[in-house]
């Protein structure tokens, strides 16, 4: 059966062919395409955007262990040693009280704190010295008879109607992206919403502390992190149904130092706001992540939170995922690796979901009930005050292992 339509007019006037058609150049569908290089498999990354868009969308940037493994073992990783802030944990900061939450004492494990722009930029860089160039400005872009096993994407590029057969569909497009809306008729999306978003800031100020941290305020949350000695990066949460232009740059520099005021530290330093972005928040997984030959990696598969910044290492987890079983498909000609891609992927994602739900069940104000503010207060400084509860957090904070190898043999 061929599922979409493509009227005759639109007739492809360029057909190539390749193993893995890979949608979207984000964290999954650029790790993927490293992955698959690695192992000696065609592939073929197709993005709607432009390369200067790609590499300059400001996101995330904290970095599980297993995360620098890969990209190291991949090559890509030289900058992000380089570059990367090391941190031992974050700081809680209650009631105008700072503490610190040690995970590298306890376990001697680290984060890397280190933007998504720039891992971005260095998978393109990296594939572009392999011969392996991303297509960038693909419009268009639709998926076909996917589930058998002779799938094939077409796109419009310039112009010119292009098509691609494939073995496989990797589709690593987000949230909004085709491969999730193509298979939505055939999985099932389980999802909570949350009540606020994340209000983003990146500006040309010292970071207030070292390391990032997460402000409790009974008003809301504050997140204050950083990419550099004099570049801040910082959230505020605010009501889900706020624009970007509700807030000038003066109240949210306001709302940030009165929501992260402290007795134990200097006050925030402002400076001038270089990027803004508002995000919303939600937990989403939809499942199965596959049909046929058609797979569905990172956030066109599943969205966390950003508390605890866990979305990029998902992408990159998945890609491990699908890089090891498509390493068994070419190795074996044997289907069943592809077949429990997401039997292997989803438990690793539900810890992650659970982890992220978590924290931002704890951080954030829900409601104005004294009662709500008061558990969660305990509960905070049941972390700040228990090495227990430490270990097990950062655990998760630090990264679990990843399901597999990216690599087959
Ligand atoms: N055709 C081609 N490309 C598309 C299409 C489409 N129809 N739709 C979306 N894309 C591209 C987007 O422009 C983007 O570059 O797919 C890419 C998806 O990248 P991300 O959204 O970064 O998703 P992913 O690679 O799964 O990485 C997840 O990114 O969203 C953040 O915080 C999230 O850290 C997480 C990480
Ligand atoms: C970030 O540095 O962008 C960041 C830090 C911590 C989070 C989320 C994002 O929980």
């Not at 990209?71 to 944990?89: Q, S, Y």
């Not at 306890?106 to 704190?113: D, E």
């Not at 009662?371 to 957090?393: G, K, M, N």
């Amino acid at each position: 059966m061929r599922r979409g339509t493509v009227r005759t007019s639109d007739a492809p006037q360029h057909s190539t062919r390749t193993q893995v058609a890979i949608i979207g150049a984000g964290p999954a569908g650029l790790t993927l395409a490293h992955m698959l290089a690695g192992q000696g498999i065609d592939a073929v990354v197709l993005e709607r955007q432009t390369e200067d868009h790609v590499r300059s969308r400001v996101r995330a940037g904290v970095i599980e262990n297993s995360t620098v493994d890969v990209l190291t073992e991949l090559g890509v990783a030289d900058r992000l040693h380089r570059e990367a802030l090391v941190h031992n944990g974050f700081y809680i900061r209650l009631e105008r009280t700072t503490h610190h939450l040690d995970f590298h004492r306890l376990s001697g494990r680290n984060a890397y704190v280190y933007g998504q722009a720039e891992i971005v930029a260095d998978l393109i860089d990296g594939l572009r010295a392999v011969g392996r160039e991303p297509v960038f400005r693909a419009e268009e872009v639709s998926l076909h008879d996917f589930d058998g096993t002779a799938p094939s994407v077409e796109y419009m590029l310039d112009g010119v109607r292009h098509r691609v057969d494939a073995d496989v569909i990797a589709a690593c497009d987000g949230f909004h992206g085709v491969g999730r809306a193509t298979l939505a008729p055939y999985t099932e999306t389980l999802e909570r919403t949350y009540p606020f978003a994340w209000l983003g800031i990146l500006a040309r100020s010292t970071p207030v502390t070292e390391e990032g941290m997460y402000c409790a305020h009974p008003d809301g949350l504050s997140v204050h992190s950083m990419r550099g000695p004099q570049l801040s990066r910082q959230y505020l949460q605010v009501p889900a149904d706020t624009r970007l232009t509700d807030f000038t740059d003066e109240q949210i520099w306001t709302e940030l130092a009165r929501r992260s005021a402290a007795d134990d530290h200097p006050p925030l330093q402002t400076g001038e706001i270089i990027d803004r972005s508002l995000a919303p928040l939600r937990s989403v997984v939809t499942q199965p992540m596959q049909l046929g030959s058609l797979f569905l990696l990172g956030d066109a598969a599943h969205i966390v939170p950003p508390t605890g910044a866990k979305g990029l290492n998902l992408a990159v987890s998945d890609a491990c995922v699908l890089s090891h079983a498509l390493g068994a498909f070419y190795a074996t000609g044997k289907r069943e690796e592809l077949d429990a891609y997401t039997a292997r992927a989803l438990p690793r994602i539900w810890q992650a979901q659970s982890f992220s739900w978590n924290l931002t069940s704890l951080l954030h104000k829900f409601s104005d009930d004294p009662f709500d503010w008061e558990l969660r207060r305990a509960r905070l400084l049941r972390w700040t005050s228990s090495l227990d509860e430490q270990r097990a957090l950062g655990e998760i904070y630090l990264g679990l292992p990843f399901p597999t190898s990216w690599r087959f043999t």
